[in-house]
């Protein structure tokens, strides 16, 4: 089966700083990934996308990297506001999932002003 | 509706006793995905509809849990003779049919916090 983990469940960074949160996934058939942010008292809220045809995908201050090699996800946020401070979970998709999200157990980001 | 609504937002309820929990997709998305947040945790995933087609049921913990969708649109999540260890915050999304190939993407309700005393 799929599954989904992150390196660091925790990730505290300065106001204006770039933040990365990492994300690996075991099953090479996966062929969507997204990332998604978590506030307090709210539902997952999606951030961006990524198909396995893509290597990189950029967003507004978000960029999301995929390294098929090493079944490696990252999620980049460029000068990190107050308001970024959530929960992080990526998800994987694939066929042999039975095409549903499986989802990693998340990246607390924390921001200092 | 503009966004996946699910009530109630929150329910406390006594152990032994069955609940239901409802989801209302997203208007036109075909696929329905419920899944379970414990406190701290990532989602575990539930049960997944899709269209006409069986669901896929291969998340749910017990047969003390179920769901149906009725017409293809709202969704109910029962739990009977609930537990403590049900007490979670559950989660509705929905999603346009990835079949069509357009392009698709999972819109999440903000939840049913349940607690079990």
């Known amino acids: 089966g799929e599954s989904v983990g992150l390196h660091l469940p925790t990730l505290s960074v300065q106001e204006g700083d770039n933040s990365i949160i990492n994300c690996a996934y075991s099953?090479?058939?996966?062929?969507?990934f997204i990332w998604y942010k978590q506030e307090s008292g709210k539902g997952p809220q999606f951030i961006i996308d990524?198909?396995?045809?893509?290597d990189k995908r950029q967003g507004q201050r978000v960029t999301v990297l995929l390294n098929k090699t090493v079944k490696h996800l990252s999620l980049q946020i460029a000068a990190t506001q107050p308001g970024d401070s959530a929960v992080y979970f990526c998800?994987?998709?694939?066929?042999?999932?039975?095409?549903?999200?499986?989802f990693g157990g998340g990246t607390r980001v924390l921001v200092k002003p | 509706g503009a966004g996946v609504s699910q009530s109630p937002s929150n329910k406390v309820t006594e152990k032994g006793k069955d609940v239901e929990l409802r989801c209302d997709p997203i208007s036109g998305h075909t696929a329905l995905y419920w899944y379970r947040q414990s406190l701290g945790q990532g989602l575990e995933f539930l049960i997944y509809f899709q269209g006409n087609s069986a669901p896929d049921k291969s998340g749910l913990p017990s047969d003390r849990f179920s769901a149906e969708r009725t017409g293809g649109s709202v969704s109910t999540l029962t739990i009977q003779r609930t537990q403590q260890e049900d007490s979670a915050v559950y989660l509705c999304?929905?999603?346009?049919?990835?079949?069509?190939?357009?392009?698709?993407?999972?819109?999440f309700g903000s939840g049913t916090r349940l607690t079990v005393v």
């Open positions: 099953n090479s058939a996966s062929d969507y």
């Open positions: 998800a994987v998709e694939g066929r042999a999932a039975g095409n549903k999200l499986t």
């Open positions: 990524i198909r396995s045809n893509m």
């Open positions: 999304a929905s999603s346009l049919d990835r079949n069509r190939g357009q392009r698709y993407g999972y819109t």
